[in-house]
T-cell receptor, first 114, second 111 residues
Framework: EAGVAQSPRYKIIEKRQSVAFWCNPI?????LYWYQQILGQGPKLLIQ????????DSQLPKDRFSAERLKGVDSTLKIQPAKLEDSAVYLC????????????FGPGTRLTVT | RKEVEQDPGPFNVPEGATVAFNCTYS??????FFWYRQDCRKEPKLLMS???SGNEDGRFTAQLNRASQYISLLIRDSKLSDSATYLC????????????FGSGTQLTVLP
């Protein structure tokens, strides 16, 4: 079974630029999560989708971050404009059910903002 | 107080040792609990769920103490390959069902 796919794996941008990350969850998984993991910290949930609806985006900095999950499958996370403190690994995860449960993570996108 | 707290470590133990980590949570309505393992520069991977009655998977034992609001992970007969960061996850009940990761406990098993 294919795992969660993410691209790109690495991205370096200058502050104030825009960037987008893509995630393809495990086939059939209803719930998709985006996390931000800063070095030395645990993953912080940014947004959770159930099918193509948003369940929780309470920790998403909505002035600069946006995410969508069209057709309840793939998802994109965008940052516009980026700040230095956005440097982190952005992890996408999916789970089978419609409530938070066992999650399967993608390899992540390592973002460096200079 | 953080919603979910873990001792960051590092825990440095010799091979064959027994080591235990705790994870405390502040929301008494928390409902589901998990332990994940994260290797350096890799994604987290599910290690085990934590059930109310406690559960065991080989050398790993997870327990839940609702009265004191913590979960624990016990690793027996540590292997070099157990070296990793161990993350706890707490999921609250209710319609929002908020999901929170701890900051992780780093374990190094020494030869």
């Amino acid at each position: 079974e294919a795992g969660v796919a993410q691209s790109p794996r690495y991205k370096i941008i200058e502050k104030r630029q825009s960037v987008a990350f893509w995630c393809n969850p495990i086939s059939g998984h209803a719930t998709l999560y985006w996390y931000q993991q800063i070095l030395g910290q645990g993953p912080k949930l940014l947004i959770q989708f159930q099918n193509n609806g948003v369940v929780d985006d309470s920790q998403l900095p909505k002035d600069r971050f946006s995410a969508e999950r069209l057709k309840g499958v793939d998802s994109t996370l965008k940052i516009q404009p980026a700040k230095l403190e956005d440097s982190a690994v952005y992890l996408c995860a999916s789970s089978e059910g419609t409530v938070p449960s066992k999650q399967y993570f993608g390899p992540g996108t390592r973002l460096t903002v200079t | 107080r953080k919603e979910v707290e873990q001792d960051p470590g590092p825990f440095n133990v010799p091979e064959g040792a027994t080591v235990a980590f705790n994870c405390t949570y502040s929301n008494s309505a928390s409902q589901s609990f998990f332990w994940y393992r994260q290797d350096c520069r890799k994604e987290p991977k599910l290690l085990m769920s934590v059930y109310s009655s406690g559960n065991e998977d080989g050398r790993f034992t997870a327990q839940l103490n609702r009265a004191s609001q913590y979960i624990s992970l016990l690793i027996r007969d540590s292997k070099l390959s157990d070296s990793a960061t161990y993350l706890c996850v707490v999921i609250s009940s209710g319609s929002a069902r908020q999901l929170t990761f701890g900051s992780g406990t780093q374990l190094t098993v020494l030869p």
